[in-house]
């Protein structure tokens, strides 16, 4: 009789850690998604103005200790509220989503893709120097030329976009 009071403590105890343990698989999945939705701007999957604010100040440290370049590309896209006006907001989200496709899609995995605020994106560029990201600021204005974009009232063209870029060290310091 013993024995089995203790085995049945044993079955007990094996289920409870069990369920313990599909807790906690639970609770840190619910915490990845928690971060993520920090992190993440929710209509584009771009990440928000917090996230680079946080990344930036790493990014500056870390360039500095290793002597590495930092660039930054900033994008605004042209005329965004003529597409509002004329098209209307969700018009305007197809055009902020296919812009963070686009930025996404032809970007590193080192780099960080953010949307900085209403239509202005931002990518951050680790061990880049103001001449290769001169050049891959042109190639995206380009790849964003080629987006076509469906609405339901036709197709809007003609996607553009203005881009400026600065540098870590020649354009600011730590």
Do not use: M, W
């Amino acid at each position: 009789e013993a024995r089995e009071q203790l085995r049945a403590s044993e079955a007990a105890l094996q289920e409870a850690n069990h369920a313990l343990h599909q807790q906690l698989a639970e609770i840190n999945l619910l915490q990845q998604q928690l971060r993520a939705q920090a992190d993440r701007d929710p209509l584009t999957g771009a990440y928000n103005r917090r996230y680079f604010d946080v990344s930036i100040e790493r990014e500056l440290v870390q360039c500095s200790r290793h002597q590495q370049a930092l660039a930054l590309i900033l994008i605004d896209i042209d005329h965004f509220k003529t597409v509002n006006d004329e098209y209307g907001h969700q018009a305007g989200d197809l055009v902020l989503t296919a812009l963070a496709d686009v930025l996404s899609l032809h970007s590193r995995a080192s780099d960080i893709v953010c949307r900085y605020g209403g239509e202005e994106f931002l990518i951050l560029l680790p061990e880049t120097n103001l001449v290769s990201a001169a050049i891959r600021a042109e190639r995206l204005a380009e790849q964003v030329r080629h987006v076509q974009i469906g609405l339901t009232s036709g197709s809007l063209e003609k996607l553009t976009i203005s881009v400026g870029v600065a540098t870590y060290p020649e354009h600011g310091e730590v």
